[in-house]
């Protein structure tokens, strides 16, 4: 977690950095735009529940809800345009745990920039995300009938994170007091690793065993169209303000596949498995609004 | 009036620097203590985890042991030296929470169990079980929820610090089940300084229900 949080923060200040070089670089007429939005919204999450078969299948296990939003989102997003041509957005989002451990990077690149009401890029972005994997030891408390089937007592919760890279074209319009943008991406991404254990006891018997999950990165190819529609409400000199309103998913097959290795009685006694879970559609859409400052 | 700021801030500072090293200093040299006696409890580790039971009956597939080897003169805590610090000496907080460290003079070297009952019709009585059985630190040691092997729980104890007590204690666990209506187990330890400590467990009565 402290690293992930580290890792943001280094590419952050790299952003920042590269932002200032390219200020730097620029002919003095240009002016650059700095743009602040803040949104709130929600995150759905849709995943094939597939029964488990004779193994755990964590993908099965990702936090869902029946109805509403799985996660309440709060983001910051800051952008600047050092030039016509290129932009860099970078969007901290923070879920109910009011803690920034989403972010967003985002390149706009415009060969052509011109005055007409539409021009069209390119988008290059990256992100993490969290999202919040519970109750996988059900399948072994439905599953291991004759033990304790978790001796931890307390509910089983962790965040796992998806990270991953994207590009594709993207459409920009401006009309009066309307501007919007549409885009689509293909990329790669996928769950990082993490370890799990889960310690048994046979009832009214001596007999331990432990069961330890070490997943391994098992990135997919996704398809990401995303949209966003502002409209400007004041004008102050250069600066202005309006509000937004945003969506975009995210549609892929992914798997999490992962080495489990079983202790019987002592950490001696090991029979290590490697498990490839059968791929299910997995999708995520976020519909966020909020307001915009643009100077 | 700037003299006497200067006597403030002087005796300020000195506080300050007394403060600073205020941590305890604890005496980290060991008391040694020998390996000469034993104690067995029985366990009732049909639940989640293990916990002594004055009971003599036990599940056949839950029949347990701990083992308690100590020294006879009692090393089990050695009081903490009195606090000295006067004046400007090193501060010390008023109470240093110091476990005072043993060692002992001899480690175990090996365990042997012997079953006084046939276990199965397989293990007759008199037969050597320490290879059915497995081991539990039953202090903070124990890590995780499995169990070790007997050689595992010898080793631990070569040139170990004990910071609690002068007690070696672990559990011993049977890993199959005994098929006949009652147990009792002859256990001896092996230490390093060829001695040997031996004790009997009660008689156990299998309950099947």
Redesign the interface.
């Known amino acids: 977690m402290t690293s992930i949080r580290c890792t943001f923060l280094a590419i952050s200040l790299f952003f920042l950095v590269s932002c200032e070089s390219l200020v730097i670089a620029q002919t003095p007429e240009k002016r650059e735009t700095f743009y602040f939005s803040i949104g709130f919204g929600g995150r759905y999450i849709n995943r094939d529940s597939l029964p488990d078969s004779g193994d755990l299948d964590f993908m099965n296990y990702l936090y869902r809800q029946d109805t509403g939003a799985e996660y309440g989102l709060l983001s910051l997003n800051f952008r600047m345009a050092p030039s016509e041509k290129f932009e860099f957005s970078a969007t901290a989002v923070l879920l109910s745990d009011l803690i920034p451990n989403q972010l967003n990077i985002d390149v706009r690149y415009k060969p052509v920039p011109n005055d007409k009401p539409m021009t069209w890029g390119m988008i290059g972005s990256f992100f993490v995300y969290p999202q919040y994997l519970e109750n996988y030891n059900s399948y072994h408390l439905i599953r291991d009938t004759g033990f304790i089937a978790d001796l931890d007592p307390n509910f089983r919760q962790i965040s796992i994170y998806d990270i991953g890279i994207a590009l594709g074209p993207t459409l920009n319009f401006s009309k009066g007091r309307f501007h919007g943008e549409i885009n689509l991406g293909v990329g790669i991404s996928g769950f990082l690793p993490f370890n799990e254990h889960i310690s048994q006891k046979k009832t009214d018997a001596n007999l331990r065993r432990e069961y330890h999950y070490e997943t391994h990165y098992s990135p997919a190819l996704f398809f990401r169209p995303g949209a966003e529609a502002g409209f400007r409400l004041i004008s102050f000199g250069k600066a202005s303000a309006g509000i937004t309103i945003s969506a975009g998913g995210m549609w892929s097959k992914r798997s999490i596949s992962y080495k489990r290795t079983t202790y019987t009685w002592t950490t001696e006694n090991a029979i290590t498995q490697e498990i490839k879970s059968e791929k299910q559609w997995y999708s995520k859409l976020e519909i966020e609004g909020g307001f915009y400052l643009a100077f | 009036m700037l003299f006497y700021k200067k006597v403030m801030l002087i005796m300020a500072l000195a506080g300050i620097i007394r403060l600073i090293p205020g941590c305890c200093d604890c005496d980290e040299s060991t008391v040694p203590f020998s390996f000469n006696k034993t104690d067995i409890v029985n366990l009732d ?4 985890w293990a916990v002594t039971t004055t009971t003599d009956t036990m ?1 056949p ?4 042991f701990e083992v308690a080897l100590f020294d006879s003169l009692g090393y089990f805590y050695a009081p903490e030296p009195s606090l000295n610090s006067i004046g400007f000496g090193q501060a010390k907080a008023m109470s240093c929470d110091c476990s005072i460290p043993f060692s002992a003079n001899q480690y175990l070297t090996s365990i042997r169990i012997t079953s006084l009952y046939a276990l199965t019709p397989e293990i007759i009585a008199g037969s050597d079980v320490s290879g059915h059985f ?1 081991a539990r630190p039953t202090n903070n040691s124990s890590t ?6 007997l050689e ?1 729980i010898c080793k631990q104890t070569k040139g170990k610090t004990y910071y609690d007590s002068g007690v070696e204690s672990f559990g011993l ?3 199959i ?1 005994v098929e006949n209506i009652r147990a009792r187990f002859i256990i001896d330890i092996y230490l390093s300084d060829e001695t040997i400590l031996r004790d009997t467990t009660h008689m156990i009565t299998i309950h099947n229900k």
């Not at chain 2, 597939?61 to 347990?64: K, S, T």
């Not at chain 2, 995780?144 to 092997?149: A, E, I, T």
């Open positions: 580790n049909s639940g989640e599940k597939g839950a029949v347990a497995v995780g929820s499995l169990y070790s092997s595992s666990f049977l890993r089940p």
